[in-house]
């Protein structure tokens, strides 16, 4: 998962916008506490599967400096020149993440196209699901892998591995209704403790065998691809788990800003996991690879520093999961936003940061799910066939929607556009297709719940558009209802009543009804419409729009990106400074309560109507997600055949 939340930074300047040199430091500490958590604890696992995992080859000589070759590269091409060099520039009002870039996608099509989920929607969509599924893995596979440390200094500690790790995720998702701002600002410090203690671990095996560096020489990479035939290509599936997390440094560009990123990674984070990739290396070289079951504890083995590492590797791996797991929070508020999900609880945790929240429903999901991933695997090994599969699949979606940017936005030559496209989609298929034989060592895990959510976005999404067909059918014109309405001369009491309605035209249905039912109407009617742009922040000044409608009627539509939750009593307090005034406590919020039949004409199949009611029973009322006051909401209860 690799698009986590606001973090505590949130007021901290970004974009550029530093005043000196220790401010960028400080915000470049933050970021390399949430950016690179998952990515910097790579070195755990990722070696270990290339030279000594199921599916590694024997680290001979050739091979060690081979695997080292791709391991470098990977980094420097996938990192350094796709993400840090060109896709940090495509930022969405300041935001990134694949979301981010699908609404920007969105943003160059016509109001026509909009009307349609669009293949590069569609891409995006599942490109979601994967990072759900990477989510799941990321905590298993990083705690997992930190806690088998253990097993290095005695094979005692075999029988509590596994109950330690679930202990570990257990509490780490039990804490996060109290939300990270407490503990977000020593991230940072953590992490850079990690980095500089990895880095210097490295470096002291690199010089008793300095012939590993060598292997910045991409002919070492070349040659054992050729040498190794098949099976060279197929590790590419463990070299690419040097690489997850990349995402994060796209997704977290809104957090932090392109410059204090690109200066965690060339500063702290690549130095010091080259010097540890190559200090394994080394090490390999050095001692008898039947000996050595985990690389990067056998670094610390022969000194007094295993068990600390052990605990230093089990706080960055829980460093590591709290950015996955803020991101799939973040990721399912988007997609609320955006109408690709049903409404949740959204708990803001923090006064200062907006975008500190707490999804409970999305919270106890991956917990149950990350439990039962460590059950069904039982190791970092087993778990790392399942990992990579959807890591690549994400940054291939990524490079396509960025090549579609580059073209439709931001207008640049085809022939250059397409060249890069090739170039990125060369590397992340290659990668992606080297993982494919994970499939049945559990790489259907990450595609599984790419699917589902895939599944369940799409059925949201269609499933309120055809709702909304069959409410618009019922509505009438503004001036045919207001000319009734003063003809047959409604009783008006005192008040405002506020009618939330999807469509910014026309008179909605729940009014209708209420008219038809209760034979009244308030001194003051608000119709009001709440709009998700395909930005992430709208300004205060453009986001309101006040018409008076005569006869005590008012037209309000409020603009919200869709990292905003829209709070309704804020919105019409802001409406005073456009002449419509209200009281809270003479207020009342009428909303709609659907009930869904599927017998209707649809062009729905009926399994996604099922679906679809599933999901309307179980969303959050609108009650919560509108802030609306509960003692001042009337539902009225209206019948939709689908």
């Not at 990722?46 to 199921?54: D, I």
């Not at 009307?115 to 969509?125: D, S, V, Y």
């Not at 995402?247 to 080259?274: N, S």
């Amino acid at each position: 998962m690799s698009e986590p939340a606001r973090h505590p930074t949130q007021s901290l300047p970004t974009h550029g916008h530093y005043q000196n040199r220790r401010e960028l430091a400080g915000v470049s500490l933050t970021a390399l506490g949430v950016v690179y958590g998952d990515i910097g604890t790579s070195p755990l696992y990722a070696m270990k599967e290339c030279l000594t995992g199921t599916h590694g080859t024997t680290p001979t000589h050739d091979n060690v400096l081979g695997v080292l070759s791709l391991v470098f590269w990977a980094l420097t091409l996938v990192i350094c020149v796709k993400y840090l060099t060109f896709v940090l520039r495509a930022d969405n009002k300041g935001e990134g993440g694949i979301q981010a870039l699908a609404a920007l996608v969105a943003s160059t099509r016509n109001g026509s196209a909009r009307k349609r989920l669009a293949i590069p929607i569609l891409f995006a969509l599942f490109g979601t699901g994967l990072l759900y599924g990477e989510g799941v893995l990321t905590p298993a596979i990083s705690v997992l892998g930190a806690v088998e440390g253990l097993n290095v200094a005695t094979s005692s500690f075999e029988p509590v591995i596994l109950p330690i790790t679930i202990g570990i995720l257990i509490a780490l998702f039990t804490v996060q209704r109290f939300g990270t701002h407490r503990i977000g600002g020593v991230f940072g410090w953590v992490m850079l403790v990690w980095f500089v203690t990895i880095g210097i671990a490295g470096l002291t095996w690199i010089v008793r065998a300095p012939e590993v560096l060598e292997a910045v020489n991409p002919v070492y990479a070349v040659k054992f691809i050729a040498n190794n035939h098949l099976h060279g290509f197929l590790l590419l599936g463990s070299v690419v788990l040097v690489i997850t997390g990349g995402e994060a440094l796209y997704a977290d560009m809104g957090h932090f800003g392109r410059t204090p990123i690109r200066l965690a990674w060339y500063a702290i984070v690549m130095p010091g996991l080259l010097l540890n990739y190559f200090g394994q290396g080394a090490l390999m070289l050095i001692m008898p690879y039947d000996t050595v079951e985990s690389p990067f504890f056998h670094l610390f083995k022969n000194g007094p520093f295993l068990y600390p590492m052990v605990v230093l590797a089990t706080m960055a791996a829980v460093i590591a999961s709290q950015a996955l797991i803020s991101g799939a929070y973040s990721l399912t508020n988007q997609a609320v936003q955006l109408g690709y999900a049903p409404r949740v609880t959204i708990i803001h945790t923090s006064a200062k940061a907006e975008g500190q929240i707490y999804i409970p429903e999305v919270n106890y999901l991956l917990m149950a799910a990350c439990v039962a991933t460590v059950l069904l695997f039982g190791s970092s090994s087993k778990l790392a066939g399942a990992y990579g599969v959807a890591v690549t699949g994400t940054m291939a979606i990524t490079s396509f929607l960025y090549f579609l940017v580059r073209k439709d936005l931001w207008k640049k030559p085809l022939a250059p556009s397409v060249v890069m496209l090739v170039l990125f989609l060369t590397i992340d298929l290659t990668f992606f297709s080297s993982t494919l034989f994970k499939i049945h060592h559990g790489g259907w895990l990450p595609l599984t719940f790419g699917a589902v959510v895939f599944i369940a976005m799409t059925t949201w999404w269609r499933g309120r558009l055809e709702m909304s067909k069959v409410m618009d059918q019922g509505t009438l014109p503004d001036e045919l209802f207001l000319e009734d309405a003063e003809t047959v001369a409604l009783h008006r009491v005192r008040g405002t009543a506020v009618f939330m309605t999807s469509n910014p035209g026309g008179i909605p249905n729940v009014l209708m009804h209420h008219v038809k039912h209760n034979q009244v109407l308030h001194k003051q009617t608000v119709l009001l419409s709440i709009h998700t742009e395909s930005v992430p922040w709208v300004g205060s000044d453009a986001s309101l729009t006040v018409r008076d409608l005569g006869h005590g009627f008012w037209r309000v539509v409020a603009r919200v990106g869709f990292m905003q939750t829209p709070n309704v009593p804020r919105i019409l307090v802001r409406c005073a400074r456009h002449g419509l005034e209200t009281e809270p406590a003479t207020t009342t919020y009428y909303l709609g309560r659907q009930t869904l039949i599927t017998t209707g004409r649809s062009g729905m199949a009926k399994w996604r109507k099922m679906l679809f009611g599933f999901l309307s029973r179980n969303a959050r009322p609108p009650t919560d997600f509108f802030a609306l006051p509960p003692g001042r909401v009337v539902e009225l209860g209206v019948q939709i055949e689908l």
